[in-house]
């Protein structure tokens, strides 16, 4: 996709329920930061995310054909070994309408496999240790949804509706959720215990995105 205008953003939302780049540059500051000690309280994890999500073009361009203003309430780092299988979800279809989307940035040699139309089920899962849902094979089978692989030799930008099952099969990713302005009203702030942050975090506010944080221990 070239042109991110948001009838296009819509499209591909409503048909794939995913959009992704392939992008060497990005995905090379995300292997080197995946040597540095993860605390997404701490300024420099601040900074990047600041730097690698806010301050991107495309995902201020789809989070604004998606949503009038999408807040930050989450984001983590995986690490996974090729063959890796778990099939995991952040929501799930039994909520009708997109309230969510994950943003996530991958490192080189990385892949990503998400099960379509998987938004539209109303899957069940049980929280796993990752802090993700589970969703087991069985149900993803017997639904129908195909699986949809997403190589990214050099790494790149995947954003999809948070409501889809996916597996992440292989390579370091950071993984961001974003939220509605509907749903934030619905859900708890997430809690940043360094209240130093809390400086640096309103920085990443604009017109558009936001953050739903509170701080302090």
Not at 28 to 35: I, L
Request: one cysteine or more; charged letters at 25%; proline letters at 4%.
């Amino acid at each position: 996709m070239d042109v991110l205008t948001r009838d296009n953003v819509l499209e591909r939302f409503s048909k794939e329920s995913c959009i992704y780049f392939e992008d060497a540059a990005l995905g090379n500051r995300v292997k080197a930061r995946s040597k540095v000690r993860f605390r997404p309280d701490d300024v420099d994890c601040l900074d990047f995310l600041k730097e690698n999500v806010f301050e991107d073009e495309r995902v201020q361009n789809i989070l604004r054909a998606l949503f009038p203003w999408a807040a930050l309430i989450w984001y983590d780092i995986y690490l996974r070994a090729a063959g890796s299988t778990e099939n995991n979800a952040v929501l799930t279809g039994q909520i009708k309408d997109m309230t969510a989307v994950v943003v996530q940035l991958w490192g080189p040699r990385s892949k990503l496999i998400i099960y379509k139309n998987s938004h539209l089920q109303p899957f069940r899962g049980a929280t796993g240790s990752s802090g993700l849902l589970e969703i087991a094979p069985a149900q993803v089978r017997h639904a129908g949804c195909d699986p949809v692989e997403i190589y990214l030799e050099h790494g790149g930008l995947v954003i999809f509706d948070a409501r889809s099952v996916f597996t992440l099969a292989e390579g370091f990713v950071m993984q961001h959720l974003f939220i509605s302005r509907e749903q934030a009203q619905a859900w708890p702030r997430h809690l940043l215990p360094n209240k130093d942050a809390e400086t640096k975090v309103r920085e990443l506010n604009t017109p558009g995105m936001g953050t739903h944080f509170t701080f302090g221990r």
